[in-house]
């Protein structure tokens, strides 16, 4: 630690550091967190401050961090090759992780296609679903489903098919058209309907947009079963499925963006395995190094891949691709992220950890600003609202969501929500022990911060 002159650090990292969904004018007038170093789920800043990451470094890591499967994984990979393209020529690691992704997805999917971030890989199912059409001899199917409330990243192709307004509003002039259908957010239904009474009527409306208009439509994309940049929502059983069924029925591709629930977080390995769905394209992310590196992948059918064989000067190929794609010190990580679910049983053991998380989170229930407390897996929403039973939120200048976070961060445990809804995502390998301790510190800071009791 020595090696740091924290002082000087805190001087750059204002003096020089744009950081990301930040407003910088706050973050200026406050002093920062220098995270230096971790021990399994436990991060540590420069001052030897320790913080339970209680959301995952924001939602990437799964087994905690200094995994030796992975630290090793990537040690012996830099002493071998350091990158070199994917483009026309290959790599073992690569070559390794695309067979063993293959094998633990859903059946049907066959070929892989990596990037970097989660929205170069959702660019990638776009433009894939786009061009897919145009072999097919249906150029006229151009057009995107997606949510109410969606999230799939930040570059413009995956803005456009968003449904967050606050991040939509601002680039709107930017962006292609796109179906919107309703959110699947119980809390607030958006057909003001009650589940189960409304026999999830959410997914109908994805059926009658493309019953009316699947001559125009490519391919509907969603998030299965947690909208999570949305809040956390978490979709009634039954939803996914009967959004594939409407896409068969309609000859529309589904395009599942699995970049926050891949990887165990929602209790199995992927989230459309709880009700056995198999999209045309998986988007994957996230978790997929573990949580130590940027790599991405966008898996399709051999349908799909198929439609872009042809002669060279038929110019079928897939006009797409990114300098890291394939990168082999990532992939090595992502090899070893696989080895540690195998040998530390990650998934087995998540099983009572998710029981054990649901019965903690009961509590929350009676607190009197708690309107909604939501969970798949790994995956919690806690929404604060000013008044339970209107339901009416707070005011955004209150920052409820901030100060709950504040408190908790002076407790020992770091968390970012989002607006008005405080988000859990730990690692799938917190123990016991800490998981307790994350609900309890979160407990006491939304006791705290909403009716000002400690
Ligand atoms: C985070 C996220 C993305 C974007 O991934 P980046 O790696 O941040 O580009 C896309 N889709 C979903 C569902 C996400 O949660």
């Known amino acids: 630690?020595?090696?740091?002159?924290?002082?000087?650090l805190e001087q750059y990292d204002i003096e020089f550091v744009w950081h990301p969904f930040t407003q910088m004018k706050e973050y200026e007038s406050k002093k920062p967190i220098i995270i230096e170093r971790a021990e399994g789920v436990y991060l540590i800043d420069t001052e030897g401050r320790r913080y339970i990451d209680g959301v995952s470094s924001l939602w990437v890591n799964i087994h905690g961090h200094r995994v030796p499967e992975i630290d090793d994984a990537i040690k012996e990979q830099v002493q071998k090759v350091g990158h070199s393209t994917l483009l026309g020529i290959t790599n073992p690691p690569a070559v390794e992780l695309a067979k063993e992704l293959i094998d633990i997805c859903p059946s049907g999917l066959k070929k892989v296609f990596y990037s970097g971030d989660g929205a170069s890989a959702v660019e990638v199912a776009l433009k894939m679903a786009f061009q897919y059409w145009q072999h097919k001899g249906k150029p006229n199917k151009t057009k995107f489903v997606c949510l109410e409330n969606g999230y799939h990243g930040d570059t413009i192709g995956a803005v456009s098919v968003g449904g967050i307004d606050l991040f939509h509003a601002a680039f709107k002039p930017l962006l292609f058209k796109t179906y919107k259908a309703p959110s699947y957010y119980c809390y607030r239904c958006p057909l003001g309907k009650t589940y189960p009474s409304c026999n999830i009527a959410c997914s109908e409306e994805v059926g009658k947009i493309l019953e009316k208009h699947h001559e125009e439509i490519a391919a509907v994309i969603l998030e299965p079963y947690v909208q999570a940049a949305g809040g956390m929502i978490v979709s009634p059983p039954g939803y996914l499925r009967r959004v594939r069924e409407y896409c068969d029925k309609y000859n529309v591709l589904l395009i599942l963006d699995e970049v926050a629930t891949g990887f165990g977080r929602t209790g199995k390995m992927f989230a459309c395995q709880h009700e056995d769905v198999t999209p045309d394209i998986l988007v994957l992310g996230k978790g997929m190094t573990g949580g130590y590196l940027p790599l991405s992948a966008t898996i399709t059918t051999q349908d799909i891949y198929d439609a872009f064989l042809g002669d060279y000067e038929e110019f079928k190929t897939f006009f797409h691709g990114h300098s890291y794609a394939g990168n082999p010190i990532c992939c090595a990580a992502a090899l070893g992220n696989l080895k540690a679910f195998k040998r530390y049983k990650t998934l087995e053991k998540l099983k009572e950890k998710i029981e054990f998380l649901e019965q903690e989170l009961q509590e929350f229930r009676g607190l009197k600003h708690v309107g909604d407390v939501r969970n798949k897996g790994f995956m919690?929403?806690?929404?604060?609202?000013?008044?339970?039973?209107?339901?009416?939120?707070?005011?955004?200048?209150?920052?409820?969501?901030?100060?709950?976070?504040?408190?908790?961060?002076?407790?020992?445990?770091l968390i970012r929500p989002l607006g008005n809804v405080v988000v859990l995502m730990p690692p799938l390998?917190?123990?016991?022990?800490?998981?307790?301790?994350?609900?309890?510190?979160?407990?006491?800071?939304?006791?705290?911060?909403t009716e000002g009791e400690v």
């Open 429 to 449: 390998g917190i123990p016991i022990e800490d998981l307790s301790k994350l609900v309890k510190v979160t407990y006491r800071a939304i006791k705290r911060a």
């Open 1 to 8: 630690m020595d090696k740091y002159d924290i002082k000087k």
């Open 380 to 413: 919690v929403g806690i929404e604060l609202v000013e008044d339970k039973e209107s339901k009416k939120p707070y005011p955004p200048g209150m920052k409820m969501g901030w100060r709950v976070a504040e408190f908790a961060m002076q407790e020992g445990v």
